[in-house]
């Protein structure tokens, strides 16, 4: 039953509007959509605004559910309309009627599945409330197969994915075709993506193509998509190798035959393309995650809502039209993607272009470059379907490389994977690019060594970063300057070698305030003449009141924001621009802040002006802070005079063993046999690191990650890697403070407690 708070919610509202002599749709149908979202938020539904079935048929508000699948429709009308009449008017012209409401306040129908099935009084609650049960109640039998068949796949995926890989090792061992075929396409890789590439990530490549190349054939109805796409080609052949024996891979996915059927039928129930791309990201994104948790959380595999999508690219359209006096379709503007997941940002910028240009822009003023193999394969399928559509014609599109973006430095030789892909990355290298857009991924790498999921490192790019960034940065902790996100900026900055031009980027927004970025911020401010950053906010860390699921566009943990950045050599003014809409708006508000505004020059900005420490949020703060005397600056700290200008000259971050949880007890027998133990384990590593067949493995991917038996460090892996081994020395035992006042655990605590928290000393157990 619908809740009788949002009922009485809606009823009063009808009220105030009828006291008021409100009677227009737009503002009348508010009170009903309120209703609606409340209702529908409980099942875990999601309401979108006038997101359409077609472009013909288009409702005021859809239902979808977390895999984007349609659950209903609803279509208001203004209490003057003739409802009847407007509802043949909108059969007439293919809305969908397997679950949708026409209402005009007073009376509502039901349509399902094509009869209508309901036609009540809405004046009357039992009957309002009865239109909602049936309308939230109802249950297509097709979209409940296909989430019956997801929580089937999921379970049987890591079985599957563990036989393919053991098939693969086992082919590795006794099959000379496949090993030649697997070992070049090995090379390729290592040289295309990532020279520390470990040959059990190409495995997993190798059964993420064979888990989903159906997929693309059938769901895209491209039946040629395998010998088309000139990196599925490639892996093709390795597949062909490893199956030459005895393997089928027919028979040994037969088993999900059940799966694939349900995404298929699914799929096929959803008429609007852009709808069926939504559908299969989440898809893809769910299937990723569940697969590959740390390459889904090294490369950030998390894709972008349509209506971020939808204001970058008409911010730049416009920027182009107002600064530059051009327009997307301009010749000459060349549009960049740098990490394009599954082309979301090509698709709407394809879907914006005037037709007379499309064929040109297609064919060599579009690029963009994709790390991952599925989202790669999603991407050049929605490109070049994109294309079909606006053209009516199949034409490969030659501007998707399979590429690591900051890999693509200055002077570096493209011998990267097949010819055809190594053309592209060269013509791609050789365009003067004009506009850089999308969605970089940021994550500044693994909480500690035992996630063995480091970022990878880029000379080139580390390098600018370190001279530009981190050299004129006053903070004492920089790694957060290493994000990958700020790479991606500092490579796109550089990257427009000194042209006019846009980037547009939606990022983690940690650099807009906070101390290690005040570096960061000096050279944008540098580097562009107008700057402008549209704060999404949503950081739970910062704000624990905030719920990433509920808060945040991207439903993660850190805040988000979109930014243009302008060069224009011609301006003769500097802008700094900032926008923050509220904290605790929920993410629909947002993405409908985003629709409603349309584009950067739809948003009220408030101009910044930074002060000399690089600030850029600097309300509040009062002038005369910088003359206070610091507690210690480096400068002090490094000074032989004892006449320093700071409070204390010396300053240190204390004890750090990175393994606290072994390193310290109350007690100080405990203490002995935990540290034994701990000694013990490593040194087993030394041993069985002795004794490694394979000379050429990194400790990374050698070394056990079980907790409950030591920790790791990077230095404690340099020890392993030179052989050292550790030894117990009952002299280094000190009494420490390991908090304030801790020493009152001598007395207060158990024989054996931990100067932590109970649920932390919980997390090992033997």
Partial sequence: MATTRAVDTYDAQLDQYR??????????????????????????????????????????????????????????????????????????????????????????????????????DLTQRPALTGLLDAFFGYSESQVEEFHAAVGVFQDQIPELAEAMEKLIAEERGRNPRFVLAFDRFYDLCKTALN????????????????????????????????????????????IDALTSRSFSRQAYLKRLDHFYLAIENTARTIGDYSEKQAFLNTVYERFFQGFSRKQADTHGVVYTPQPIVDFMVASVDEVLKREFGQSLSSEGVVILDPATGTGNFIVNILNRLQRRDIRRKYAGELFCNEIMLLPYYVASLNIEHAFYEATGEYAPFEGVCFVDTLDLTEGKQYGLFTPRNTERVTREADAEITVIIGNPPYNVGQQNEMDNNKNRKYKEVDDRVKQTYAKDSRATLKTQLYDAYVKFFRWATDRLKGRDGIVCYVSNNSFVDQVAFDGMRKHLQQDFTALYHLDLHGNVRKNPKLSGTTHNVFGIQVGVGLTVAVRRAASTERRLRYHRVPEMWR??????????????????????????????????????????????????????????????????????????????????????????????????????????????????????????GFKWSEGLKQDLQRGVYAQFDPRKIRQAM??????????????????????????RSR
């Fill in 587 to 708: 993410k629909e508000q947002k993405l409908d802040f985003l629709s409603q505004a349309g584009h950067l020059y739809g948003v009220t900005w408030q101009d910044l002006q930074p002060d000399a420490k690089q600030t850029w949020l600097t309300e509040g703060m009062q002038d005369d802070f910088a003359t206070f005397l610091p507690m210690g600056t480096k400068e002090t700290k490094a000074a032989r005079s004892e006449d320093v200008e700071a409070i204390f000259k010396l300053y240190s971050g204390g004890v750090k063993t990175n393994r606290d949880l072994w390193a310290y007890d109350y007690d100080r027998l405990n203490l002995i046999k935990e540290i034994q133990h701990f000694i013990n384990n490593y040194n087993s590593e030394v041993d069985r690191w002795k004794r490694r067949p394979d000379k050429n493995i990194s400790a990374d991917n050698f070394v056990n990650y079980d907790e409950t």
């Fill in 738 to 763: 390991f908090r304030p006042y801790c020493t009152e655990g001598w007395t207060k605590h158990k024989i054996g407690a931990r100067p932590w928290r109970a649920n932390e000393t919980q997390r």
């Fill in 19 to 120: 006291k008021l002599g409100v009677v227009n749709e737009l503002s009348v149908r508010e009170a009903f959509k309120t209703l609606l979202d409340e209702r529908g938020r409980d099942l875990g539904w999601t309401l979108l605004v006038e997101k359409g079935h077609s472009r013909r048929a288009r409702p005021d508000a859809t239902f979808v559910d977390d895999y984007k699948l349609p659950r209903g429709h609803w279509e208001a009308k203004d209490t003057r309309d003739d409802l009847e009449t407007e509802i043949r008017a909108k059969i007439g012209r293919g809305y969908p009627l397997k679950n949708t409401i026409f209402e005009d306040t007073r009376r509502g129908v039901l349509y399902q599945d094509g009869r209508r099935v309901l036609d009540v």
């Fill in 195 to 238: 020279p520390n590439l470990s040959a059990r990530a190409i495995e997993e490549m190798l059964v993420q193509h064979l888990l989903t190349e159906r997929l693309f054939r059938t769901v895209f109805d491209n039946p040629d998509f395998t010998r088309r796409n000139v990196i599925a080609a490639e892996i093709e052949a390795v």
